[in-house]
């Protein structure tokens, strides 16, 4: 790159997760973070959140440590506060922020979103308030720095078609420059987009990876997921609590990435469950991208993140009501 007043996009970036991404990571002692903060050691690159995200997640921490604990939590936050500031760079939100994220909220601009159809207007405009606050930090640390900026999240408010939504980046643009604006940069697909882009691709057999995603601690962890307190279905979906969860098929290419001494392997599963509820319907499917963490000698799952599931038909059903 001839122009040194242009950030390198492969050296030194700063790397912003959202909520949702710190939370996915399993910060500060999943394996995603780990990883996370493994690779952003090898290529130099730094962690950070908007000081929005940070009192997000300390607020969650904090409910979730009373509701364990049933008694005070503020050790367990001071502690949680300390390893957040440890780990990331908390980028602070700029002045006349807040104020200037209500006048957008008015106006309905992005990445304020219409209020949703449920009627919720508060909450719709809770959350506009928060993503602009956000956006505007987003854009003050980026001005602020010579740095490739990778923001990691998966709220829509934000997007279009995996990337920056148009007048998010026509923003940019008027702000910073054309020229610098391309280096601001959003991964919808959080992990597993910086393992394509910084991850060492190595090679798996399609028979190895078929024998990861087959084991126990996938199906357990996927089990958890779906039926877990915080279920990623509506109320009225069939979703098992009980009844036999079995593995289908594996979908896409095998694609596995090292960093440091382990494999990291983003794999799509589709499952099967049957039931007396589903004798009428038949199989009940499931889709889930999951991020399995995988030790190289002997080639073991040690953990796994479920990235997101979701209801499909099965492929007869599709076949059947094609048109």
């Not at 492969?10 to 790397?15: C, N, P, R, T, Y």
């Not at 005070?72 to 502690?79: L, Q, T």
């Amino acid at each position: 790159m001839t122009n040194s007043y242009l950030p390198d996009t492969d050296q030194g970036a700063l790397i912003v997760l959202d909520t949702d991404q710190l939370e996915l990571a399993g910060f500060p002692d999943g394996g995603v973070f780990r990883m996370l903060h493994t690779m952003a050691n090898l290529h130099g690159h730094t962690l950070a959140v908007p000081q929005t995200v940070a009192i997000e997640h300390l607020a969650h921490h904090h409910f979730v440590a009373q509701q364990l604990a049933g008694r005070s939590s503020e050790g367990a936050v001071r502690r949680r506060r300390e390893a957040l500031h440890a780990y990331f760079t908390v980028l602070p939100t700029p002045e006349g922020a807040a104020e200037e994220a209500l006048d957008r909220v008015t106006e309905r601009r992005l990445p304020a979103r219409a209020a949703s159809v449920d009627g919720d207007v508060g909450k719709a405009e809770a959350h506009s308030i928060r993503n602009t606050v956000v956006w505007l930090t987003l854009l003050a640390a980026f001005e602020d720095r010579n740095q490739m900026l990778w923001f990691l999240s998966g709220n829509q408010a934000f997007a279009s078609r995996a990337a920056f939504h148009p007048d998010l980046r026509a923003e940019a643009e008027q702000r910073l420059g054309t020229d610098r604006s391309l280096f601001l940069g959003l991964m919808q697909d959080g992990s597993a987009a910086l393992l394509k882009r910084w991850g060492n691709k190595v090679t798996i057999s399609a028979q190895d990876l078929d024998l990861l995603v087959r084991s126990e601690s996938v199906v357990q962890q996927v089990r958890a997921v779906i039926t877990g307190p915080v279920r990623p279905f509506a109320p009225d979906s069939p979703v098992p609590d009980t009844v036999p969860l079995a593995f289908d098929s594996r979908l896409g290419r095998p694609l596995a990435y090292q960093v440091d001494d382990r494999l990291w392997v983003p794999s799509r599963i589709r499952w099967r469950v049957r039931g007396e509820e589903h004798t009428c319907s038949g199989s009940s499917v499931i889709m889930t991208r999951v991020l399995l963490e995988v030790s190289v000698e002997p080639m073991l799952v040690l953990g796994v993140t479920v990235v997101d599931v979701s209801t499909a038909e099965p492929p007869a059903a599709r076949g059947r009501y094609a048109t």
